[in-house]
C-alpha cells in the first residue's frame, strides 16, 4: 500500500511540475508578444519591430489558447488598419489573462499600449 502511495505521491508531484514548466512557457512567449506589440507603436515602429511582433503572432500558436490566438489574428487585422485597436487589444489582454489563469473580469476596463516618444534622430 505505501507503493502505491509513494507511486501517486511522485506521478502527482511530476504533473504539477509539468504544468508550472508549461505555464513558465506560456508567460515567456506572451511576455515576448506584448514586447513585440509594444515595439510597434507609433513612432518606435521600425521594420525590424514589425518583423518581430509578426513572429511573435506567428509562434504563439504553439502554447496559445484557441480564445488566444483567435485574439491575436484580430490584433494583427487591427493593427493595419487601426480600428477598434484598443478594444481588440483589450480582448487580447483578456483571453491571455485567462488562459494563465489571471482573469481580467472589470468590463470597464481598456488597455493600451503606450509609444515611448523617443526619436533616433
Same mark, same amino acid.
Do not use: C, F, P, Q
Given at each position: 500500500m505505501s507503493v502505491i502511495v509513494a507511486v501517486l505521491g511522485y506521478l502527482f508531484a511530476k504533473h504539477k511540475e509539468r504544468e508550472a514548466d508549461w505555464r513558465r512557457k506560456k508567460l515567456e512567449m506572451y511576455q515576448e508578444l506584448f514586447e513585440a506589440m509594444s515595439s510597434v507603436v507609433k513612432e518606435d515602429s521600425t521594420p525590424v519591430a514589425q518583423r518581430r511582433f509578426a513572429k511573435s503572432c506567428n509562434?504563439? *500558436? +504553439?502554447?496559445a489558447s484557441v480564445e488566444v490566438i483567435q485574439a491575436a489574428q484580430q490584433m494583427q487585422e487591427a493593427s493595419r488598419s487601426g480600428l477598434n485597436?484598443?478594444?481588440v487589444l483589450t480582448e487580447l489582454l483578456k483571453v491571455v489573462r485567462k488562459d494563465l489563469g489571471l482573469p481580467l473580469e472589470d468590463s470597464k476596463f481598456?488597455?493600451? +499600449?503606450? %509609444? %515611448? *516618444? !523617443? %526619436?533616433? !534622430?
Open positions: 509562434t504563439i *500558436g +504553439l502554447v485597436h484598443d478594444e481598456v488597455y493600451r +499600449l503606450i %509609444s %515611448s *516618444g !523617443a %526619436s533616433d !534622430a
